[in-house]
């Protein structure tokens, strides 16, 4: 029994937003909130009733502890952070504006040459790659500077060697890295993949493949020792109006599960519903070694966080399950929780 059913790797920023529908450009008060993919992961994984932690670095100053709070708070242990004491230490940052069709959402990102981004190997300790049963990590985090991403990929190996399986989401920014880049990148890395979180668009451009989205992600298995490929479809009919679903092709039954998807989901903010879905897919893999309950706790997890403000889910496990029945219901389904 390891210490920790999962453990990630990744970048927490402070996210700032102009409240209510206002502009960046415009708005005179920001909102502050803590982000990133990984700990959404994370987070999303302790709600459910996990043990997750997170291994990331932060500036040693009020901003860097008002992060540790919020990690504190949604449930992830912060014995791995690490903290930044030299004169430059920053946190990154990133500016969200809201959207109202046909005002697509914005961002703005301001991390460069952040704490994090001077993430070396030597700051880790030896101890954690034989603590946790599954380890995950994110494209996002390989983009961010050769420090980190030479530390992430020995990491993936460390934790790999020591018997955890490895979980691994794509989540290609083109704001961050080229496809060729990303791509040698990411096909170097691959042959230490269990579970891979893709998009069918990824596959095509940054990957370079060809065919349905279900031979691409059995040609991934094929190409790579991969197990799982998980990818989502999300219908975007105006900025507050989604359908939501997803596919996962599981190489020990060879088959591709799949459900009817959520449809007219009411979106407040949609920022971590890509990480909801990750971390509601390896709960269910985790927790039960089951691709379909993995593919229901991912959908219904990804399907809720549209309605939630800020990055960070706050759906347990109870919630999650009253969703998956809802959503499964033949008959009528009450409007109200009580």
Sequence with gaps: MKEYELITLGEVMLRLSPLGYERISGGETFEKRAGGSELNVASGVALLGLRTGIVSRLPDNDIGKFIKNRIRFVGVSDDYLLYDQSDTARLGIYYYEMGAAPRKPSIIYDRQNSSFAGLDLGQIPDEIYGKTACFHTSGITLALSETVRETAVEMVKRFKAAGAEISFDVNYRANLWSEEEARNVIEAILPYIDILFISEETCRRMMGMTGTLREMMKGLTQAYPVKRVCSTKRTVKSPKKH?????????????????????????????????????????????????????????????????IPGDLPSSDLAEIEGIIKNHNATGYVSELNR
């Design 243 to 307: 359908d939501f679903t997803s596919t996962i092709y599981d190489v020990d039954t060879d088959r591709y599960y799949e459900e009817s998807p959520y449809t007219d989901i009411d979106v407040i903010d949609r920022i971590g519903s890509g990480d909801a879905y990750v971390a509601g897919v390896l709960y269910g893999l985790l927790k039960y070694d089951d691709p379909m309950r993995a593919l229901q706790y991912g959908n219904a997890a990804s399907s809720v966080k549209n309605t």
